[in-house]
Every structure is written in C-alpha cells, then in structure tokens.
C-alpha cells in the first residue's frame, strides 16, 4: 500500500495566534511576506429583525491553518516545464531549487496557492512537511509549534481513521480536481449552504 502523509486540522479550537506560520518561517528562513503557511480567518451569518430589532441570525466566526496539502494528483508537479516539483513516494511534494526556473507555472496551476516565488533566490518554495526534521523522525515544525494542538501530522489513513474523511471547507478550492492529503474537522456551528467570507484576504490571500 502507497504511503501518503497528511495534515489534520482542527477549525474548532484554532485560537488564530499564527504560531504555526511563525514556526515554517523560522524554520525555512524566508523573506518577509512570504509564508508557505496561512491561516484563513473566516466569518459567517447574516444579520435579520426580530420585532423591529436587528438580530444576528447563525453568525460564527473561525480560523483555518493550511499550507501545501500534497495532493494525490499536485497540479504543480503535473505542470512544472523542469520537473523541480517532484512527488516522494510518502506522498510529500516538493520542490528542487537547483532546478527550478521560477517561471510561476506550479503557483497559477495549484488550487490552494500553495507555491511561492522567493524574490531574492528567484525559484519557488513552498511547505515540503519539513522532510529533514521527518527523516529524523521529529514532527513538521507547525505541529510541534501549534499552542492550542489543533494541528496534527501522521499517515492519511490513519489520519482518516481517526478524525473522519472531511476535506473540503469553506473558503478552499473542492478537493476533486487534486486529491488533497488533509483532514478537516469544521466549525460545530457550519451548516451546509453557509456562505462564509475571509476577514484578512490581503494578509493570507494575496
């Protein structure tokens, strides 16, 4: 059986103290601005009137930490001209600086926005689940820095045994196209239908 790393995030008790994006860009040393983890902060409900009195109707609010989801089919590896992006066989994608031209193809094909230009080296990084601390046999940096223990590493199908098969949240990209290597548990007020809206898009979209 192929093995397949994943991530499991938990939306309900993410605090959004961002210690998960402090810790990958400690780790990776990257430049200001450039983060290979975000975390989305996510609001939801309308407001209606009850006896002539405005009232929230179903309003909530929570934070989704995500990074590289390394997928079962990557976009990026399937479009990369130089074949930098190159998929392990754990499942984890990464990229091969040494190879890498920067030409950009990887971040406009990839759902989840994932790969990032490092302006200065002038190739693209993104989250590689920290293979060197894994082959050590210590956890990505964002797992062990998490304060709140709401993000969590391990095998996709264990992951999947424990926590469900839920992959597709709002606002990410459907998990269809890519196969994503995430578990997901979401916010205990989330109803189907909802539509949700991201609070900080210039800080984690752009």
């Given at each position: 059986?192929v ?24 780790k ?12 989305y902060?996510c ?8 006896e ?8 909530y609010?929570y ?8 997928c ?7 479009v990369c001209?130089t ?5 392990r ?9 040494d ?19 490092n ?12 293979m ?8 990505p ?15 996709l ?10 992959r597709?949240?709002e ?9 994503p290597?995430?578990v ?12 949700v809206?991201?609070m900080?898009p210039k800080?984690e979209?752009?």
């Amino acid at each position: 059986m192929v093995k397949q790393y994943g991530f499991y995030i938990d939306v309900n008790n993410c605090a959004s103290c961002k210690t998960c994006i402090a810790a990958c860009k400690d780790k990776n040393d990257t430049l200001v601005g450039l983060k290979y983890r975000r975390v989305y902060e996510c609001e939801s409900g309308t407001w209606g009137e009850k006896e002539g009195v405005a009232s929230p109707e179903n309003i909530y609010v929570y934070s989704l930490s995500y990074s590289c989801n390394h997928c079962e089919k990557p976009e990026c590896v399937r479009v990369c001209p130089t074949g930098a992006h190159q998929k392990r066989e754990d499942g984890i994608t990464f990229v091969d600086s040494d190879v890498c031209i920067g030409c950009g193809t990887c971040a406009s094909s990839c759902p989840y926005q994932a790969p990032k230009l490092n302006t200065e080296k002038q190739h693209m990084g993104k989250c590689n689940f920290c293979m060197d601390r894994l082959d050590n046999g210590e956890n990505p940096a964002c797992v062990d820095a998490c304060l709140m223990r709401c993000l969590h590493f391990g095998e996709l199908s264990e992951l999947q045994a424990k926590y469900g098969s839920v992959r597709d949240i709002e606002p990410l990209a459907s998990s269809a196209k890519t196969n994503p290597s995430i578990v997901i548990t979401p916010s205990r007020l989330a109803k189907d239908g909802d539509k949700v809206r991201v609070m900080n898009p210039k800080e984690e979209i752009a």
